[in-house]
């Protein structure tokens, strides 16, 4: 019984002592902490709150899946405005990269893009940059690409240059070859003129 009660008696004691002893630690640490100087407090962001509430809009929206046939899609922007009954929702400033099976990888740079979600497509828009790794660099005012498999399509001319010279066409497209299962070919048609650069 002298146990129990010297116990409970511990147990007591140690319920007052130890938040007294925290208190004092954090006294301690307030008393020795540096005083704080207003002008190295960080800055706030200078942000138009007018603006954004007159057109609100997310920042670096990502988007990123796998293809049917296994190609990796990502999809990045700097910004995203939200959709009105007069305007689809739109991404700005946006980079997209395909990386398919069979080790070739595509970056395209837009200054927007508008995702139909329904078709499972995305058109950039605004003029669009392609660099790919078999050595072709592109420009043309827009591309649609899939987001269900891999597949880009532009229809609005292009200007192409790659290790055999300058190309211009009419259109171009990038998809899988139906005659060489997991092969990927970029097709350019219309009006297709190949300027050969010796040394390119």
Do not use: G, H, R
């Given at each position: 019984m002298a146990r129990a009660d010297a116990h409970t008696r511990t147990v007591t004691g140690l319920k007052v002592a130890l938040p007294l002893v925290a208190l004092a630690i954090l006294s301690t640490l307030f008393l020795l902490a540096d005083k704080i100087d207003p002008e190295d407090a960080l800055p706030y962001a200078e942000v138009d709150v007018e603006d954004l509430a007159r057109e609100p809009r997310m920042t670096l929206?990502?988007?990123s899946g796998t293809t049917s046939d296994g190609a990796a899609l990502t999809l990045t922007a700097e910004a995203a405005v939200p959709g009105t009954p007069e305007k689809?929702?739109?991404?700005?400033?946006?980079r997209m990269e395909l990386a398919t099976p069979d080790g070739t990888t595509?970056?395209?740079?837009?200054?927007s893009a508008v995702v139909d979600t329904t078709g499972q497509k995305v058109l950039l828009s605004g003029g669009v940059t392609l660099a790919n790794s078999m050595g072709y660099q592109l420009e043309t005012p827009e591309i649609e690409a899939s987001l269900d498999r891999s597949g880009l399509v532009a229809s609005s001319g292009v200007?192409?240059?790659s290790t055999a010279g300058k190309i211009t066409a009419d259109t171009m497209t990038l998809s899988q070859d139906n005659?060489?299962?997991g092969a990927y070919l970029m097709v350019f048609k219309g009006s297709v003129r190949l300027v050969y650069l010796p040394g390119g």
């Open positions: 929206p990502s988007y689809p929702a739109e991404a700005l400033k946006v595509t970056e395209l740079n837009a200054e200007t192409a240059t005659q060489t299962p």
